[in-house]
């Protein structure tokens, strides 16, 4: 069994700051790539932001200069800045993991999901 938990969604004023954390525990063996999606009502999942397992991170053009993601042995972070209220949405956070050795030598990485934090800006 693998659990994510995310905690740190809630509601802020536009302008504000929140900070998400996203840890992982159970049954891994190896973790790769982690990110954060979005996703409103309605509307498709969207990458927020990724970072690898040497540090290389991705953003959203939305969000580029605003959020910062970072992580460590077995947990991934977003810290939001400068929220507008078209980031309001609910986020996952995603990790890429195997649960054995067989699987990573195999390169057999499995996406797990946290289940969504609330993240609301008001205007």
């Known amino acids: 069994q693998v659990q994510l938990v995310e905690s740190g969604g809630g509601l802020v004023q536009a302008g504000g700051s929140l900070r998400l954390s996203c840890a992982a525990s159970?049954?891994?063996?190896?973790?790769?790539?982690m990110g954060w999606y979005r996703q409103d009502p309605g509307k498709q999942r969207e990458l927020v932001a990724s970072?690898?397992?040497?540090?290389s991170t991705n953003y959203a053009d939305s969000v580029k200069g605003r959020f910062t993601i970072s992580r460590d042995k077995k947990s991934v972070y977003l810290q939001m800045n400068s929220l507008k209220p078209e980031d309001t949405a609910v986020y996952y956070c995603?990790?890429?993991?195997?649960?054995?050795?067989?699987?990573?030598?195999?390169?057999?990485?499995?996406?797990?999901w946290g289940q969504g934090t609330q993240v609301t800006v008001s205007s």
């Open positions: 970072i690898t397992t040497g540090g």
């Open positions: 159970g049954s891994i063996f190896s973790i790769n790539a």
């Open positions: 995603n990790v890429k993991l195997t649960r054995s050795y067989s699987d990573y030598v195999r390169a057999r990485w499995a996406d797990y």
